[in-house]
Structure formats: structure tokens, C-alpha cells
């Protein structure tokens, strides 16, 4: 008659002391290499040739009045700005989008506004922001047949994944440029020092890990 067996004896290679520390070193010089790269890939700049600038209404005062410096320099002709639904204040303004909001404040400024266009998405809409604003851009675009190009201007460590999900909204039939706005917020040669920092680098390498690789519109 059989007998059950329930453990058995199995011989395993293990690591030695000085393995241990070889795979300490390793982990260490991939951690490293992570804290010294991860930035400056997601801030990406890599603009192309062209007089249209689209620019993502959600970023702050000191991003917009970059843009602007930009635009007067570089002889741009048109800008287009995004506009996602406002999480906050719309209650106690007129604009309902981030997009107008914007617009308002480079009228503000005297802004010449016949060169300015707002292209909102729908209230409804409460998720993958980014790329149906690209899709919005891409309907307002059949319009303009001149344009085959634009350059997009975002936020430190946001630029990437815009630039991506903007390419998927488009199918990849316009030139797209990016143009990444340094974040003030925190330092980006040690955003791993500061909470803000640590906080938006770390969202937007999932974000842009998840966009890159499981989002399939």
C-alpha cells in the first residue's frame, strides 16, 4: 500500500555574504538610477516647427505666463487652450473650465485675444481628461487644414504622458511637439526630498506606466 508524502528534502542555492551585498549594491545603483532619470524623461521638451502652441488650461499663473513669453518670441500665430471641468471656484466666478479660466486671465494681461481659442470637453466627462481634450483639439483641427503641427505646453513631469495621450487621440496624424514648464514647487534635480515632489513624480510615472502600457481607447 502507498504512503502519502508531504515534505520532502530539496537542495537550493542561496546567496553568500558577499552576494547579499552584491544585490544591496545592485538595488542601490537602480534606485539611483531611477532618482537621477525618471524627471527628466517624464519632463520631456522635444518641440517641433510650427506657429500653433496648444496649451493645457490646468497649469498655474507662472506656466501660462511662460507660454506667453514664448509665443511673442517665437512668432507663434495661434494658441489653442484646454479646458477641463474646474474642481474648484466655479462657483464663484463665470468660468466653468480651466480653459476660459485661463483665457480670462491672458486677456487680463492684453493678450491679443483674436489668437486665442478654447477648446473645452464635456462636464460629463471624469475620466482620461487628457485624452479626450486631445480628441476635442483634433475635431477643432479638421477646420483648420493649414495646420499639421503644434507644439503642447505643460507642467514639469505631466509633459510626457499629455504628449502620449495627445499622439493616441490623433493617431499619430499630426506633429505634435511638447515643451515641459519647469515646476516651482519643488526642485527637480531632488524631487524625491520634498512631499510635493515625491507626491507628483511618483503619480505620474504610474500614470504615464499605465497610459504607456494598459490604456486602449
Not at 6 to 16: D, Q
Not at 41 to 49: G, I, M, R, T, Y
Not at 159 to 183: H, P, Q, T, W
Request: proline share 3%; with cysteine.
Amino acid at each position: 500500500m502507498g504512503r502519502f508524502i508531504f515534505f520532502r528534502k530539496k537542495e537550493r542555492w542561496t546567496a553568500t555574504l558577499l552576494g547579499q551585498l552584491l544585490k544591496l549594491l545592485i538595488l542601490t545603483l537602480l534606485v539611483i538610477i531611477f532618482l537621477k532619470t525618471i524627471h527628466p524623461f517624464l519632463s520631456e521638451v522635444n518641440p517641433v516647427e510650427t506657429k500653433t502652441m496648444v496649451l493645457e488650461g490646468f497649469v498655474p499663473d507662472y506656466v501660462v505666463a511662460k507660454a506667453v513669453k514664448m509665443f511673442l518670441e517665437e512668432d507663434y500665430e495661434r494658441i489653442i487652450i484646454t479646458g477641463k471641468p474646474r474642481i474648484k471656484g466655479s462657483h464663484l466666478d463665470f468660468y466653468e473650465n480651466d480653459g476660459e479660466y485661463t483665457a480670462a486671465t491672458l486677456s487680463r494681461i492684453g493678450f491679443d485675444m483674436d489668437k486665442v481659442s478654447v477648446i473645452p470637453i464635456k462636464n460629463t466627462v471624469t475620466k482620461d481628461r487628457t485624452y479626450e481634450s486631445g480628441k476635442a483639439i483634433k475635431i477643432y483641427l479638421n477646420n483648420l487644414p493649414d495646420v499639421r503641427s503644434f507644439n503642447l505646453v505643460s507642467i514639469g513631469c505631466h509633459a510626457r504622458r499629455s504628449r502620449y495621450l495627445f499622439e493616441k487621440s490623433f493617431d499619430k496624424k499630426m506633429n505634435i511637439g511638447i515643451i515641459a514648464i519647469a515646476n516651482k514647487g519643488y526642485d527637480a534635480n531632488r524631487w524625491w526630498q520634498t512631499s510635493v515632489g515625491f507626491r507628483q513624480v511618483i503619480q505620474e510615472t504610474i500614470a504615464w506606466t499605465y497610459a504607456r502600457f494598459f490604456f486602449f481607447p
